[in-house]
């Protein structure tokens, strides 16, 4: 929630007090971005969402908490709750294998992560076509020196979000959007996520919804996996308001 409020302050130095944008965002920053359309639909004058749909928040039960009961304890989600308990993980498997396991994740599923252990340190990983092995070595660098918590504090708000947004419970996005998303993406796989989505749910709490494009046989890296395609999903969708001018 609050760095929403880092973006419109970024918003007010970049591009002027009060100036909507068009947004593009990924996953996380999906999910940031679709709560700058709730909270700020002022600054959005559309927005393109990849990987991670918009699901109006539960009065009912936590997000976390959801997550156990249909996954258990081993879901990555839970696994991240204990501050300290997956790093350690990360740093006994290596800084280079947690990346590889993660950029080369394709199972349509639930990413589990047993206590027991996410593999062995010897494990082999063959890189995605997408990624080159300069890229990981890159990426692996970068986290080295900076680890994993500042990225896995975002799932441990995820209740403190809830209780935050309250005021926002039933709320739509009155902001145009497009959605694009990959059949084989995790994401796409959630408990109802697809009837949501395809059925009516979706339209609902995001009424000027454009489009849903499942892009086939890709998966949570859309962006990576299929730069040109998202590129022109992108442009087609801005241009619509480009033309209003």
């Not at 996380?28 to 918009?54: E, I, K, M, Y």
């Not at 997408?130 to 209740?159: H, V």
Request: proline fraction near 7%; glycine fraction near 8%.
């Amino acid at each position: 929630m609050h760095v929403v409020g880092d973006l419109v302050a970024l918003l007010d130095a970049v591009v002027g007090v009060g100036e909507p944008v068009f947004v593009v965002a990924h996953d996380w920053g999906a999910l940031t971005a679709w709560n700058l359309c709730l909270f700020r639909p002022d600054r959005v004058r559309a927005l393109v969402a990849l990987s991670v749909a918009f699901t109006p928040r539960s009065p009912a039960r936590k997000p976390v908490d959801g997550l156990r009961t249909i996954y258990g304890d081993d879901y990555y989600v839970c696994r991240i709750q204990e501050p300290g308990a997956i790093e350690a993980e990360f740093a006994r498997l290596g800084t280079e294998l947690v990346l590889r396991k993660f950029l080369a994740y394709r199972t349509p599923g639930p990413l589990m992560m047993p206590k027991s252990g996410w593999g062995s340190p010897d494990d082999e990983v063959p890189l995605p076509s997408w990624i080159t092995e300069d890229d990981i070595k890159y990426y692996t660098s970068m986290f080295d020196k900076t680890g994993f918590t500042g990225g896995l504090n975002y799932y441990r708000a995820l209740n403190k979000t809830w209780e935050l947004t309250a005021p926002w419970t039933g709320a739509q996005i009155k902001v145009p959007a497009k959605f694009i998303v990959g059949d084989l993406d995790l994401t796409y796989h959630t408990p109802g996520i697809q009837d949501f989505i395809h059925k009516g749910g979706f339209k609902k709490y995001v009424p000027l919804l454009d489009d849903v494009v499942v892009m086939e046989g890709v998966g949570h890296f859309i962006n990576e996996e299929k730069p040109e395609e998202v590129s022109e999903h992108i442009i087609s969708f801005i241009s619509k308001f480009s033309a209003e001018k």
